[in-house]
């Protein structure tokens, strides 16, 4: 089934990650997170470190060790984890991902863009804190 807004794999772990590590009572380790998600529990400790590398995480090592939240809740929006793994988000990219329009004029700009703004508008006025407020499964964090 194709999509309108595709979100990549590592962009899906990040910001479930996030949002159960904001929950969490202690600190959370790579298992941890993949037993609760189904993920890999190698694709999540990547994911994990490129959210430490950019200071949205912070990380400790043993056995009591795990990621924990380096910012507040209400300081970190999704477009800060989104970023953090892809990349700043390009408002006016190609969605063919064309240097040069063969039309000389992009047939899809203005529906790209718009989309495009729509979704940055959302991920940056939304935060961990707002998301903490969903009602999530227990689990037991």
């Known amino acids: 089934m194709s999509k309108i807004i595709a979100i990549s794999e590592a962009v899906g772990i990040g910001l479930h990650s ?54 507040a809740p209400e300081e970190i929006t999704l477009l800060d984890i989104y970023e953090a793994i892809e990349g700043h988000l390009n408002i006016y990219s190609c969605p063919l991902e064309q240097h040069e329009c063969v039309m000389g004029q992009c047939l899809l700009e203005r529906i790209a863009g718009s989309i495009t703004q729509e979704f940055v508008k959302h991920m940056r006025s939304t935060t961990l804190a707002e998301v903490n407020k969903l009602k999530f499964k227990d689990f037991n964090l």
């Open 18 to 71: 996030m949002a159960l590590t904001a929950r969490a009572k202690r600190p959370l380790n790579a298992t941890h997170i993949a037993e609760i998600t189904g993920s890999s529990k190698h694709h999540i400790a990547k994911v994990m470190q490129r959210l430490v590398k950019s200071g949205l995480l912070k990380s400790t090592r043993g056995p009591a060790g795990g990621f924990v939240l380096n910012k």
